[in-house]
């Protein structure tokens, strides 16, 4: 199931690596983070390769719904209550600085991606003191935050958040543009990182800086991501002959849904659910909202999505642990990829360039976990425990990460690991990881 991005644009395919390379920085990854964090390392003047398991922008980047905006949910009030008003504003800032990058990037370069800016807005039914909430902390950190009760919406809301100067774009345009100038080896897995060295199937690229930008950094340790993420999915139709929306939506109440325009087509998304812990028929849900509030419209294309969420709800983005000084990750960017793309290339080329940042602390992978975080790690150890444990079974299918029991994904005949997101086509082809190598499942198709 391709996304719109993916039909309308075919990036120019790269050669694969083609023997040992030495280079000053190697970035794991070719998605918005890895191809971003690339060029401004480029423009710095650092020699960067980028080696790319797939081809460019195959992974998480072509499944987005491309909103470029500062407005991540309900996220400012809880920065506030946990970790205070400067980290608050310091997120805040650091993200409207991102969709404030974009525009100039997109305009100084002359890249065409249908950048358009446009108002974001959360919306509920159910909980409107929680968004009146958020609206007084955005307004504290300074975001062009407003609450109202009107929208386009083709159903009433009880309070909305509106957030001025935000945009949305085409990803896969953008991304194409971007990587003209930068060094990528696409079909090239990085297999295992030892120090400065990365082992790939055609060779090893030793760098003296490494960057993980591959969406779930696959190291077991050190670093132990796997004990402070987990992974999402959700899913998304494009409709035609829907009404135009000028605004970008997404619901906070629970079976809240997300709306985009994106040229002629409306972009509707929802039924999150944790990989591997299956939802029934979430697409046959979700085009039953489409013909209840859009009877007119048809779907023209669906697809998939998954996201990292890291327990405090912001990203990890900097130097990947104490005791490799020289590794660097970008993960953990929940539902807005994009954005967060923007931030960690900035960030990580500050710090790889030897720069002081006021954001480091804010998004550092060394944070300490906050006391409200404690029950999605609570939750988050339990499910990763009953994987491990039915792994443990005979004549199960294993995933090769860490060995946990793969679920069977029916709505797209897919093997999902409710560990730690991995997932297999039918045959047992690897999608996405951490897992770095594919597994034999084809002998368990339900």
């Not at 490799?324 to 970008?330: I, K, L, M, P």
Request: proline share 5%; hydrophobic share 35%.
């Amino acid at each position: 199931m391709r996304s719109i991005w993916n039909k309308q644009v075919c990036i120019p395919g790269r050669n694969r690596l083609s023997g040992d390379l030495d280079t000053e920085v190697a970035v794991i990854g070719a998605g918005m983070a890895g191809i971003l964090t690339a060029y401004y390392l480029a423009r710095e003047g650092k020699e960067v390769v980028v080696l790319e398991a797939a081809s460019i922008g195959s992974g998480q980047t072509c499944g987005t719904t491309a909103k470029i905006t500062s407005q991540h949910g309900l996220i400012y009030h809880r920065l506030l209550t946990d970790r205070g008003s400067h980290m608050m504003k310091l997120y805040g800032e650091s993200n409207q600085k991102a969709v404030r990058e974009y525009g100039r990037l997109i305009k100084d370069r002359s890249i065409s991606c249908h950048f358009e800016k446009r108002p974001a807005f959360l919306y509920t039914m159910e909980q409107q003191n929680a968004v009146h909430l958020e609206a007084i902390a955005a307004r504290q950190a300074g975001l062009p935050a407003l609450e109202v009760i009107e929208t386009e919406l083709p159903f009433s809301v009880k309070r909305a958040l509106r957030f001025e100067d935000q945009a949305s774009f085409h990803p896969m345009k953008f991304i194409e543009a971007l990587s003209l100038s930068l060094t990528v080896f696409e079909h090239t897995p990085a297999l295992a990182v030892k120090g400065h060295a990365i082992r790939t199937p055609y060779g090893t690229v030793t760098a003296r800086k490494i960057v993980f930008a591959c969406h779930y950094p696959f190291p077991l340790i050190p670093g132990y991501y796997f004990a402070r993420m987990y992974q999402e999915r959700s899913y998304v139709l494009a409709l035609l002959g829907a009404p135009r929306l000028d605004g970008m939506y997404l619901g906070v109440d629970p079976e809240g849904l997300s709306f985009r325009r994106a040229g002629q087509t409306l972009l509707l998304g929802g039924e999150s659910h944790r990989t591997g812990v299956e939802k029934s028929h979430p697409y046959r849900a979700l085009t039953a909202s489409a013909n209840k509030l859009f009877p007119q419209a048809r779907v023209c294309a669906r697809w998939s999505a998954q996201d990292c969420i890291t327990l405090d709800s912001a990203p990890y983005i900097g130097r990947f642990s104490r005791r490799e000084r020289d590794w660097y990750v970008a993960t953990g960017f929940g539902k807005w990829g994009m954005t967060l793309s923007m931030v960690s290339a900035h960030l990580l080329t500050d710090l790889i360039c030897q720069r002081t940042s006021p954001y480091e602390a804010l998004y550092s992978p060394r944070r300490l976990p906050v006391l409200s975080a404690l029950p999605r790690l609570a939750d988050h150890m339990v499910q990763s425990s009953k994987g491990l444990i039915k792994g443990l079974s005979p004549k199960i299918m294993r995933c090769p990460h860490m060995g946990c029991k793969l679920s069977w994904n029916g709505a797209e005949s897919t093997w999902d690991c409710p560990c730690h997101g991995s997932r297999f086509d039918s045959s047992g082809k690897l999608i996405t990881g951490p897992s770095q190598t594919s597994c034999h499942c084809h002998k368990l198709i339900p």
